[in-house]
T-cell receptor, first 115, second 112 residues
Framework: GAVVSQHPSRVICKSGTSVKIECRSL??????MFWYRQFPKQSLMLMAT?????????EQGVEKDKFLINHASLTLSTLTVTSAHPEDSSFYIC???????????FGQGTRLTVV | DAKTTQPNSMESNEEEPVHLPCNHS???????IHWYRQLPSQGPEYVIH???SNVNNRMASLAIAEDRKSSTLILHRATLRDAAVYYC?????????????FGQGTELSVKP
């Protein structure tokens, strides 16, 4: 099946700094990618829809100035957590689908720890 | 977005079949029924999807009720590696499918 890759898989940062997470579709082009956040023992929560060449669409309650999304090419979307705080520590996951397909492919996730 | 309802948890014995139910009474005609599973500390993995007819693939089978208001994911012979959280999700077809909204899923444990 198609492959979606995230980088890094784990990151530890100091409170107040920014962290960038990359999501790449390795063998297909994706005009739309999705970013999720997952806290321990909870389900995935959709944060935003990343659209190539245009602004991301954020879900209600997600701060767009804190979680910056850039989708500059058909194979890469980035999520930047700005001024990170310990409460931003979470598992961040991206997904993408082929244009003509219906199943979603997920990255392996990024474990962010803010200390 | 149409919602799905699943039991919080289920148990199975190794090498026995497992039937994971899902209710989706508000499903619309354009919704496909998707199943994904998530192992600990990993991103979700696609399992199977269908529209109206039952579906089989190498991982599982999907049985869809005639009125499409419920479905069942069938693992024919559970293994320890099948222990995961299974999510039943409705998704429209094409145009990269639209967003996936995850419910709480069913945590499947498999006993040796």
């Amino acid at each position: 099946g198609a492959v979606v890759s995230q980088h890094p898989s784990r990151v530890i940062c100091k409170s107040g700094t920014s962290v960038k997470i990359e999501c790449r579709s390795l063998d297909f082009q994706a005009t739309t990618m999705f970013w999720y956040r997952q806290f321990p023992k909870q389900s995935l929560m959709l944060m935003a829809t990343s659209n190539e060449g245009s602004k991301a669409t954020y879900e209600q309650g997600v701060e767009k100035d804190k979680f910056l999304i850039n989708h500059a090419s058909l194979t890469l979307s980035t999520l930047t957590v700005t001024s990170a705080h310990p409460e931003d520590s979470s598992f961040y996951i991206c997904s993408a689908s082929k244009w003509s397909g219906t199943e979603a492919f997920f990255g392996q996730g990024t474990r962010l720890t803010v200390v | 977005d149409a919602k799905t309802t699943q039991p919080n948890s289920m148990e199975s014995n190794e090498e026995e079949p497992v039937h994971l139910p899902c209710n989706h009474s508000t499903i619309s005609g354009t919704d496909y029924i998707h199943w994904y599973r998530q192992l600990p500390s990993q991103g979700p993995e696609y399992v199977i999807h269908g529209l109206t007819s039952n579906v089989n693939n190498r991982m599982a089978s999907l049985a869809i009720a005639e009125d499409r208001k419920s479905s069942t994911l069938i693992l024919h012979r559970a293994t320890l590696r099948d222990a995961a959280v299974y999510y039943c999700i409705l998704r429209i077809f094409g145009n990269q499918g639209g967003k996936l909204i995850f419910g709480q899923g069913t945590e499947l444990s498999v006993k040796p």
